[in-house]
């Protein structure tokens, strides 16, 4: 196994973004290109991964108000369905990206295509675009680890903070907590949407 073969712990790096950096992120985002912008604004938004975030689909979006972003299992790195109930904000911003979209002729699946192969951007292209919005002063896992430490200081219970970024719940509590807390994910997504707001 690997701690077979690597005798230290890795590194664990703090944030490099603090809730009180958000302001300054989204006027990172206001001077970005459409897709940079929209990729590194849905992963804020959603604490999702970067993987998570590039491979999106439309068909994975439920746009109506109390709609979900049902993420596949496969697009996960706990290859377990996760789902993120979508705030209006959240509904507001993926309907004028689409229109966006839709106005330059794309009629594909996903949410960030690849300019020549008509699939999802690949990691490397990802990467790239968060780098042109931060100017390399920060990553996509520090949008989401920003998301995580504001839905923590706003009171979201800590079972809930863990769900919305898709955290196993640990093996007692997965046994004993058979619940999708969507109720409340939804009402600490709606607060945290509206103080990014």
């Given amino acids: 196994s690997f701690s077979d073969l690597i005798t230290h712990k890795p590194v664990q790096r703090p944030g490099r973004l603090r809730p009180s950096q958000a302001a300054t992120v989204l006027a990172q985002l206001a001077d970005a290109s459409q897709g940079a912008a929209m990729l590194c604004l849905l992963a804020l938004m959603h604490g999702t991964r970067i993987g998570e975030t ?5 068909r994975e979006f439920d746009l109506v108000p109390g709609g979900c972003w049902y993420i596949p299992a496969t697009h996960t ?21 689409r229109a966006q979209q839709q106005a330059t002729g794309y009629r594909g699946v996903y949410l960030f295509p ?6 999802a951007i690949g990691s490397r292209d990802a990467t790239r675009l968060v780098r042109s919005v931060s100017g390399g002063q920060w990553r996509a896992h520090d ?12 009171g979201t219970d800590h079972q809930v903070g863990e769900s919305l970024i898709n955290h196993a719940l640990g093996k007692l509590a997965g046994i004993y907590i058979n619940s999708s807390m969507r109720d ?3 009402q600490a997504i709606e607060l945290y949407h509206a103080w990014l707001a």
């Avoid at 790195?77 to 990206?97: D, F, G, N, Q, T």
């Avoid at 690849?114 to 699939?119: F, I, L």
């Avoid at 949008?143 to 706003?154: E, F, G, H, P, V």
């Fill in 54 to 58: 590039r491979l999106a689909q439309w």
């Fill in 143 to 154: 949008l989401r680890k920003l998301a995580r430490t504001r839905w923590t200081d706003q």
């Fill in 114 to 119: 690849a300019t020549r192969s008509g699939q």
């Fill in 77 to 97: 790195k706990s290859r377990r369905e996760h789902v993120i109930p979508l705030s209006p904000h959240a509904l507001a911003v993926l309907m004028r990206y």
């Fill in 184 to 186: 409340q994910q939804r």
